[in-house]
C-alpha cells in the first residue's frame, strides 16, 4: 500500500489481526508519555467492537488524517470521517472504527493515560451491519 499522508504507513498489524476484519497496518509514532499510532486501513477494514477501560482516565483519541472512514458508538448511529476530523472516546464506550468500502482510512489513535487501562475486544462488526453503511 503506498503512503496516505505524511505519517508512514508501518507494517501489518500481525499481532492484532483477529480483531480486525481485513487488512490493517500499524506504525508507532510514540511510546513515551502518551502512545500514538498511525493506524491505516484497506478500503472496507474496519475493527471488531471493543471497549477501553480504565480504572482512571483512559479512552482514545482518533485524528483523521487521509482517506474516509466511519466510528460508531453501541446504540448510536455511525459517523462518517475525513481528513481533519477528531473522535474523543471516553472510557467504557463500546465502538468501532475503519474504512469505508472503496477507499483507505488512516488516523492517528492516541491513548488517554489511564490507571488499569486495557482493550477489551468485543463481536465483529457483521457485513450485514457494514453494508448498511
Given at each position: 500500500m503506498k503512503e496516505l499522508s505524511q505519517f508512514p504507513?508501518?507494517?501489518g498489524n500481525d499481532a492484532y489481526a483477529q480483531y480486525f476484519i481485513g487488512k490493517s497496518y500499524?506504525?508507532?509514532?510514540?511510546?513515551k508519555q502518551v502512545f500514538i499510532a498511525n493506524v491505516t486501513f484497506e478500503p472496507a477494514c474496519r475493527n471488531n467492537w471493543h471497549?477501553?477501560?480504565?480504572?482512571?482516565?483512559g479512552g482514545q483519541i482518533l485524528?483523521?488524517?487521509?482517506?474516509?472512514g466511519w466510528y460508531q458508538e453501541w446504540g448510536k448511529p455511525a459517523r462518517a470521517l475525513k481528513?481533519?476530523?477528531?473522535?474523543?472516546?471516553?472510557?467504557?464506550?463500546k465502538h468501532w472504527h475503519g474504512?469505508?468500502?472503496d477507499c483507505p482510512f488512516q488516523h492517528l489513535a492516541v491513548e488517554v493515560p489511564a490507571k488499569g487501562g486495557k482493550s477489551v475486544w468485543c463481536e465483529p462488526v457483521t457485513?450485514?451491519?457494514y453494508n448498511k453503511l
Open positions: 504507513i508501518g507494517a500499524l506504525h508507532v509514532l510514540s511510546d471497549i477501553h477501560e480504565a480504572e482512571e482516565g485524528i483523521v488524517t487521509a482517506g474516509e481528513p481533519g476530523d477528531v473522535v474523543n472516546i471516553p472510557a467504557g464506550v474504512a469505508k468500502k457485513d450485514e451491519e
